[in-house]
């Protein structure tokens, strides 16, 4: 199916494209506040609200995206967008550490909850991994790890939320160890309002997913650059941009935890754009629709978690340009990917 924007000028479609892109870091830059305030009022932590509010409402835009993309029978730019931005929201963690001066960010911030968010995040991306290697079934054009993943992640919340009434297993604590405490007079905000603001935020971020996802299938139309290199360096880039800015500007407000619970929260939820677009994909399983540039990302995307998890357990407190080594490991993986992604050209 033809993307609705093909019969524009590039020109015009780049256009579409970038300022859909604006309103969708417009979104992301005010879902912060909220989602830091909601997590003070409602009590739930920063890690969980990471996950629950802000990785589900700045992945909007980033699911919106796959699902259309699948829907009109772009499977390679639907899981390209899906884990390219996974990938890249993992360096965007490094670029907040850039940002955050006082020490490793994940030293800071450290939280059980965001580590088994990681963990969960590995087992999910290995599903989607065991997928694209098994016999060629699926029911009414769904694989049987669609409806498994949901299930791991709906699961995989539960455990996270029971640890934090019940933890095991504590941080820790040094000078530079920032704990999630509520605000004062955080119980008399109106939660009516806070969530009508994160209802009206994430209408925007959809809709502004959508119009990323017709420009991105049109520009790639266009220009002849593959849906894989479209889909894991543009879309995912821009779909991506609200974890960007609630990022910065949770480590602006000095909600540590919120801003590494948002990406790895969000990271795991973003697992289910795949799981989502194999649901709108109506020739079979996704998963078998891939090439190997897709498979690559998968794998890659589960070495950047894994080496982010083992930072987070080591707690350096400083290390290469004040990050850590796990930080620069990242940003070095995925620039190579990058690179590779680039040369491959349109080979699968």
Known sequence: ??????????????????????????????LSNIADRLADRTG???????ALFLGAVTSLAGIV????AAWHGSAELAVSNAIGGIA????????????????????????????????????????????TATPDFSLWSISPATPLIFLIYIYGLRMISKSRSSPMWFPRLTAETRQDKAAAGAQQENLSRLLLGLAIIAAIVGTSGWLVAQTGMAISWQTGLSESA????????????????????????GAYTLAIGGIIGGNAFDTMFAAAADIAYRNGSIYHAISNQQIFFITLTILMTSILLL????????????????GFLIMVLYGGAVIYLLLSGNGG
């Open 65 to 68: 995206t796959s699902v259309t």
């Open 88 to 131: 890249v929201q993992t360096l965007f963690l490094v670029i907040a550490d850039l940002v955050y001066q006082q020490a490793n960010l994940e030293h800071a911030a450290a939280s059980l909850s965001n580590l088994m968010q990681g963990v969960l995040l590995v087992v999910l991306l290995s599903i989607t991994l065991v997928a």
């Open 44 to 50: 739930i932590g920063e890690a969980i609200t990471g």
């Open 1 to 30: 199916m033809e993307p609705y924007f093909q019969t524009l000028t590039l020109p015009v479609t780049a256009g579409i494209f970038f300022t859909a892109a604006v309103f969708i870091v417009l979104g992301g830059w005010r």
């Open 230 to 253: 479209v889909g894991a360096i543009l879309t995912a880039v821009v779909t991506s941009l609200p974890e960007l800015v609630t990022t910065l500007a949770a480590v602006r407000l």
């Open 311 to 326: 930072g987070m357990l080591r707690r350096e407190k400083r290390g290469i340009a004040n990050i850590g080594f796990e």
